[in-house]
C-alpha cells in the first residue's frame, strides 16, 4: 500500500539546519513545532508557527530590550538582552547554535531558550520541556519585534505578552536510506577533521 503525504518541507542542504536531503518512504521521523501568539491587553494581536525557532529581539536602535520570563505558571527569569531565541530541536542548530546554544537532539521533546548578547553573563541557555506554555513580557525597550520562523511583527510595546507552545500538529521527515543525525552532524560541523 503506498505511503500518502499531505504536507512536506524541504529545506537547502547546504545550509547548517539538518532537515534537509533527498526523500524516500522509511524511517519517518516526527517533530513537533512550536504555536504562539502576541497578546496585547488580553487580545491576540498576531498568531504564527514556527518549525526551527521564535526570536524576540531589540529594534533597530542600540538599546536592549528587557523581558521578563514565565513557563507555566512559573517566573524564571528577568533578561536585560538584545534577544531571546526559543529554537526547536531543529532550531536548535540554526540562529541558537550561532547565538552559542546546544544542540538539541531530535528525540527530545523540549525548546532550547537562549540569550542573544545578555547584560549579565550568568544568562546561560537552557532546555526545557516542551509540555508548558512560555511566555515573553516585554519589560522595556523600544521597537521590539518577534519573528516566528521570519513571519514577523514589529514595533511590539511594552507589556505585550508573547506566548509560545507545542503545536497539536506535527510536521514529518523522511530521510534517505542509511541517514545518519551523528554523521550529518560530523560533515556539517566538521567534526571529523584531522581523522583520516
Known amino acids: 500500500m503506498p505511503i500518502q503525504f499531505t504536507k512536506l518541507a524541504e529545506t537547502n542542504s547546504n545550509q547548517l539546519t539538518f532537515a534537509a ?10 517533530l513537533t513545532y512550536a504555536k504562539g501568539g502576541v497578546w ?16 524576540v529581539s531589540r529594534g533597530a536602535t542600540a538599546s536592549m530590550v528587557e523581558l521578563k520570563i514565565d ?16 529554537g526547536s530541536p531543529t532550531g536548535s ?4 547554535l550561532s547565538a552559542g546554544g546546544p544542540i538539541l537532539h531530535p528525540g527530545i521533546a523540549g525548546w532550547v531558550l537562549v540569550p542573544i548578547a545578555p547584560h549579565d553573563l550568568s544568562n546561560r541557555p537552557i532546555i526545557v520541556p516542551d509540555t508548558r506554555e512560555i511566555t515573553i513580557e516585554i519589560v522595556a525597550g523600544r521597537d521590539a519585534s518577534v519573528n516566528f520562523d521570519m513571519q ?45
Not at 536531503?21 to 516526527?30: D, E, L, V
Not at 496585547?40 to 526570536?55: H, L, S
Not at 536585560?80 to 531565541?85: C, E, N, P, S
Open 93 to 96: 542548530t540554526a540562529y541558537a
Open 21 to 30: 536531503g533527498a526523500w524516500t518512504n522509511t524511517a519517518p521521523q516526527s
Open 40 to 55: 496585547r491587553d488580553d487580545q491576540c494581536i498576531f498568531e504564527g508557527f514556527a518549525m526551527n525557532d521564535v526570536v
Open 71 to 86: 513557563i507555566g505558571d512559573e517566573f524564571v527569569a528577568n533578561l536585560r538582552a538584545d534577544g531571546l531565541i526559543i
Open 152 to 196: 514577523s511583527l514589529a514595533s511590539l510595546l511594552h507589556g505585550d505578552c508573547i506566548s509560545v507552545r507545542r503545536s497539536a500538529h506535527q510536521v514529518r521527515f523522511l530521510h534517505p536510506l542509511g541517514w545518519s543525525y551523528y554523521a550529518t552532524l560530523r560533515r556539517k560541523l566538521h567534526w571529523n577533521a584531522g581523522v583520516t
